[in-house]
C-alpha cells in the first residue's frame, strides 16, 4: 500500500513538471513586437541636431533718388545724378536643422523580412542667430542724400535674412540631415540582430529642398 502510494506521488510530480515545462514553452513561444521596441529606442533620442550651417552674406541695397511725374496719364521718374546712395552691410547667420525623432510612431518603421526602413519625421531648419557686422558696413551717399539712419538699415538686414533662407536652397540640408540620423539609428537597430546592409533611413517621399521654406523656424 505504502509502494502504490509513492507510485502516485511519483506520477504527480512528474505531470506536474511536464505541465510547467508547457506553460514555460508557452511563454517563451509568445512573439515580441520586435517594432515597438525599435520605436521606444528610438524615441529615446528625442531632438537629433544633425547639422549646423555659417552662412555669410553682403547685402547690398541700392536707393536711387529721382523726380516722378506725370504726363498723359503715365507716370514717369527720372533718375538724379547726384542723388544716388547705397550700402553693403556684412551677415553672418547660423542655422541648424534637427529631426524631432519623439514624433517617430509605428508608421513611420516598414518592415520587409529582415529588411527594415525607416521614415523620419520632415527635418526642422531654425535661423538661430544673424550677426551683424556694424564695422564694416560701408555707405556710399552721394553729396545731396542723406545716410541711412538705425530704422532704415534695420529693414534693409530683415530683408537680408529673408534671402539668407531664400539662398538655403543651395545648401544639401535633406540629405546632410538624413546621413546624420543614419549615422544614430543604424547602431540602434543592427543591435537588435538586424543586419546593417539590411537598413535604410529616409524621409517621407515627396520631401525636397523646396519644402524648407515651410520648416524653417527663426529664433533670434
Known sequence: MRKLFYFIMVLFLVSACGRRDKNQEAVQAEPIDTTAQMVNQINMC????????????????????????????KVYKIGLPLGQRSVAIPVTATVKTYVDLGKLTKDNIVRDGQKVEIVLPDPQVMLTATHIDHTHIVQNISFFRSHFNDGELALIEQQGRKDIIKS?????????ARTSAARQL???????????????????????????SKLIKQID
Open 168 to 176: 538655403m536652397g543651395s545648401l544639401n540640408i535633406l540629405e546632410d
Open 46 to 73: 528625442s531632438r537629433l541636431y544633425t547639422s549646423e550651417y555659417k552662412i555669410r552674406k553682403i547685402i547690398l541695397f541700392d536707393d536711387p533718388a529721382a523726380i516722378s511725374f506725370s504726363f498723359l496719364n
Open 186 to 212: 543604424v547602431p540602434i537597430v543592427t543591435a537588435m540582430g538586424f543586419d546593417e546592409r539590411n537598413i535604410t533611413v529616409t524621409f517621407r517621399k515627396g520631401l525636397t529642398i523646396r519644402d524648407l
